[in-house]
């Protein structure tokens, strides 16, 4: 019987079927995983008190977060060193998020169920999102002024919320004092020696040079004493208020208000309060600039960084992808040169996009930049204007690597365009310029966006080049801003994907950046499969369409 | 865009085109835009082609051989103050000074040979100089003169840069570091018949010989706490060892071993640790019997002995750990590198370079890592008398019998690479036996570069091997199942489904690799292997028993959803797995699989392994591999498949013996196409493995791969570098890999188009 079946065929079939339901249940559990951890990072989570003893029978208390709970069967625990009683068939451990990073040293610890005596979630337990030292995890005492007190025990609290707003705004004030305005005389500044540098190496520095450069120094000078002064005032005025609270251990911590994004009593808060807290995170991650190190705050100048080199890219990449596939549909001959440029299209897809980045290092960046450098920058060396990797070279490199996408893309595009429209066109006596441009290639257009579309979904994605040539962990200022030419192509930008390697493997605390990294990856999978469904929708109305021409 | 434009585009342009002028300025744009469009098409190979050369552009001079030109020929600068003793130039290259054996010190430009200062070391009334030699390390700038008296006097030769009016000027001065008056050396006043000296900057050693004997002084500085001035120790010893033919004293720079060679290839090591107690370490014949030993030199860091012979012989004597834990000389490599004898062995100061001059006068240039020949030039048969190379290595001066000094320019720009050192086991320094090591670079200035690319190319082909592993039977299987069995409702959603996988970044795969899925699969190891066996296991069953179900139940799911029935199945049975993992490591291997691999086997765990890098990298391989192989299977002609149902084979048949037959060339394209990938794929490997250089098949170590290790080092290296060249050589190699997969792949599949368009 079982011989009978197996000659069938049938088990072949359904263990091949099988093959794909794995394929699809990872596809899925990918997905699914990312985005669980990544849209859970956002919510507040109970903030809990433990009342733990120790090993030597002392007991502490705890507060914090749990984060993971682990379960070991006795045995294994034992080999690793865990006292397990004969009762005992697992050792339950949980991992608390305790914060408080400059008072302890850690932000996590594990501990020991069999060892919590009591658990409790109080309602006044406070949650201080700082911006250095991680989370403060603790209760609220007083709320200072000037080292004063001004709202103790109840009235604390809503003080402190009115105080840490206020004090949000004063911070937002100096940054764009810090950010925009001092940078901009700076970026002034720093123009200006260049020019004077540059009137020196052409012997043109003479006196009214001179003194014309003297004027518009003085004039920034001016701008940025009023600037100092009013930072000056900011500060004070910002350092003046303070809370005082008290930690697990009942010492007490005085944490200066503009060092606080924004505390919250997450015990206390209603299912709606959540909810707002879940939308400001989410915005605040969507908009903010990265705190500590990366692992805090928000990525928008990682967002802002792939949008630009992806746009940089795709004006760079579609003339050549959509010309190289012209020619290969429209103009050339089908023989051996055709042959040998789809050889060469499948090459440039296969070649390992780390090769890119050498290529890119090496050519753009150093041959290329170098003496772009030595031609039109001579007045910046010995630093490097575009001679080190940037914005250009990135976006030049990875056109070259999302080339075969487009081409590929726009060629299949023409090739669906029945040749009755191009005959009728010449027939009407157009040329082949005006047949293609008029006729053919605007048809095609959904199909060049489709290759445009995977393109930039390809370029979103990739990290290895990028790491040769142009992307920085942090970058201090963004490739576009309002200083004169407003978009800088030879500055070094940030990137979703590598903010995702950066963060996850090379940040001094990976455990806490975790969550994070998952929300960047959770991002990043979302717009590069909205990208690419957006793409398979295009292709697909546009098959239709032809084949309602065809037909 | 709509259809309706079209007819009107067209039409204008025919009333366009009986303009004469206009009618000319058409044709213009129109021949305009061919040529545009025809450079444009062509653009692309030329875009492939130019990565190409330019890597090989890169790569291409780490082998070319070096050259040595003879720049100037002057005579020997102040000639009647001695015979020399030793050449020396200094970092800019312009500044030479000879030492002669009347204690004079002449500094003369390199260029030209003219004078530019003379000084005479002071030494006191009455006594001699008998012994001379370079203090240890060379970068010290020190020499040391052994006296007739017993008495030794140290010399440091320095140079000033300073910088008049903008240009550089180089002002060579002599210091005495120990103070102007001699070094009692020897009490008895014996004359010091050789003498060598380590200066370190705490601590100085001086060994010297005597008649017969060998002695050591040491000089420690005790600091105090408040005072850079700290006061001299001096210990002293006397080694018990017949000094009679002691020719060559070396001491290395840490002062911990020293070397004594006779003439007659007797080569002693002691080990000096403890100043006052040394002992002998080692005593052996180092060269073959009948010749002598001509001349011996420190390779830089002085880990190495060169040893030059009378045969025209240098070896290369290295300090190699033995089987009993003891270190021993061991000749590690030789060079022939004349059949007169070898008067003269300069070792580079920052490379493991060597220059030789023979008694002809040839002079030759090697590197001991690469064992390369760098340059070999003949002498003028006249005999050498000195010669030295610069700091720098690219500029060497030498001494003739006849009294000139040539000045040669030496352009050795990368002698640490050669064919055999990138791809062949290479016996390094310290090192016991030869092996193949990838470590580009360290904190240390006497570090010995170590470029093989085996272990990464090893690195790679293992992480591709696993990930085909894992890619090659979900992805076939699935492409065939998809293409042929599965109907054409479901397999709407789920091709696009398995591409979109495909467009995943690689680094949320490798992110995920390495932080979720490494830790998970060192918990749940057993779970992992348990998995393997379980899910084809129950999926068998389950479709065993389907044929059982009841007629009414098979009939409400058609052919063609078996995969959709399934998928509770599988994850049900991974569940399971999973969940008996850890009860079945406890009970089968008495606690953890890793320990009792560790124990039984031998087999370390590491936590970011092959394993790891084969799932993730599997994964990222599987859509690239299914798309290709489910067109291949999809677009075998119909009439084939028809045709062989009608003649009633099963359609398992018909897809072993029919469809798989005509879409093997294409399914073979696929792998190819998944291969190339694989072994390109960068940020998975990066993050999922240790990128530990190892070269160990296990599927439970870590690896690096090429690709992995461009990422790393790349941004450190220094722009036309050895090492960065030597990376540009691994992107090549990479580049090389990928293009023959990718071509084969590409000729295959247009082949197959042809095949099926005549079928």
Redesign the interface.
Known sequence: M?KL?FK????????????????????IG?LG??TVRGVGHFWPSQVTQYTYQEEDNTSKIIIGEQVEKSV??A??AK?TGHKMADNEDTLVQYLIKTGNRDLTGTDFIWIEERNVKAVSEPIDMMVVERREWGNFYGRLVEVKEDGKSIAIENEAWPVLQEKITKTLLLFKEIAHLEKKEIAGVNYGLERLRLKERKLELENHLDAAAKQQIAVEKSAYDVAYKQYQSQLANLYQNIRRDSLLAKTESGDTLEIPLFKIVRAFQPNAMSLLDKIVHYGVKVVEFLSDDPREANTEGGIFPAIFGTVMMVMMMSVIVTP?GV??A???R???KQGF?T?????????????????????G???FV?ILGGNIDQLFFPESAPAPVYGTPGLLWASITLA?LT?PVV?VSTEEGLARIPSS?RE??LA?????????W??VL??A?PAMMTGLI?AV??A?????PL??VGVVKLAPTLPLDGNFPFLHLDRKFMHL??H??DV??QSPN?EAA?PL?YAT?LL??LV??GL??AA?VIRNNLREKYRA?EG | ?S?I???T???S??QL?TGGVHERW??F??AT??Y???I??????F??A??FF??LY?VYPLFISATAQSVNQYDVPELALGKTLMLEIEEQNEVAARFTDSGEVIFFSVATGKVILKESIKIPEGSKIVSFSQGSPVSEGAVIYGLSDGKAVIVKYQYKITYPNNIRLITPLLTYPMGEAPLVINEAGDALEKIAVTLGNDASTFVSKTANKIHISHFEKEKTLFSEEGTMTRTDAVIDYSAADVNHILIDKKEKNLYLLSTNGQLALFNISNKTTPSLTQEQTIIQSGQTITSVSFLTADLSLLVGDSSGLVSQWSKVRGKTNGFTMQKIRAFKVSNKPVVSINAEQRRKGFMTVDADGALGIYHSTSEREMIKEQGDGSGVIAATLSPRADVAIVQSANNKISYWQVDNEHPEVSLRSIWQEVWYESYPKPDYIWQSSSANSDFEPKYSLTPLVFGTLKAAFYAMLVAM??????A???AY??TPKMRQY?K???E??G??????????A???LAPLIEEYLAGLFALLML??LS??L???A??YLPASVKQSIPDGW???I??PV??LSAWLAIKVS??L??LLF???LR?WFKTEFGIGYDQRNALVVGIAMG?AV?PTI?SIAEDAVFSVPKHLTVGSLALGA????T??KVVLLTASPGIFSAVM?GL??A?????IV??ATGNTPVMDLSVFQGLRTL?AN??VE??ESA?DSTHYRV??LA?LV??MF??I???L???IR?RLREKYSSL
């Open positions: 079982i079946w069938s065929g049938a088990p072949w079939i359904w263990l091949n079927a099988a093959a794909v339901s794995t394929c699809m249940i990872m596809v990918v995983l990312i070991t069967p045995q294994m080999a050549f010309i190289a012209v020619y290969l429209e103009y050339a040169t042959r040998l440029i789809r050889i060469a299209v499948n090459n440039l897809a296969g070649v390992p996009s780390v090769v890119y980045g050498v290529f290092l090496g050519f150093y070259l080339l081409i429209i009728g066109s009407l006596g157009a040329t082949k310029l005006e047949t293609l008029l006729t605007p048809m257009s995977l979904a390809r979103a994605g990739e990290v290895a790491m040769l994907g590598f995702i390697y996850g493997f990976v975790r990294v990856a990043l999978v590069i499969i690419n469904l398979i021409l | 865009m259809k434009n079209v007819p585009n067209s039409s342009s025919l085109s058409r044709l744009k129109d835009a061919r545009g469009v025809v444009g098409g062509l653009g692309v190979i875009a492939i130019l990565i330019y890597l890169v039977p979900l992805a076939l299987m699935g065939i199942y998809t069995f599965m789920v696009p489904s398995i979109l996988m467009a995943l970044p690689t680094v949320i795969l490798g992110f995920l390495g932080l979720w899910v084809p999926v068998m389950f479709s065993y389907w044929q078996e995969s959709a399934l998928i599988i994850i850890i009860p490591e406890s008495h606690g953890t320990d994964f599987i299914f099963t359609s398992w048949q897809m072993t196409i190339g990938r072994v390109g794929e960068t940020m990066l993050m690709a461009i990422a790349m941004p722009v990376l540009f992107a990479l580049f990928t293009f997969f990718n071509t792949a590409e000729i247009q």
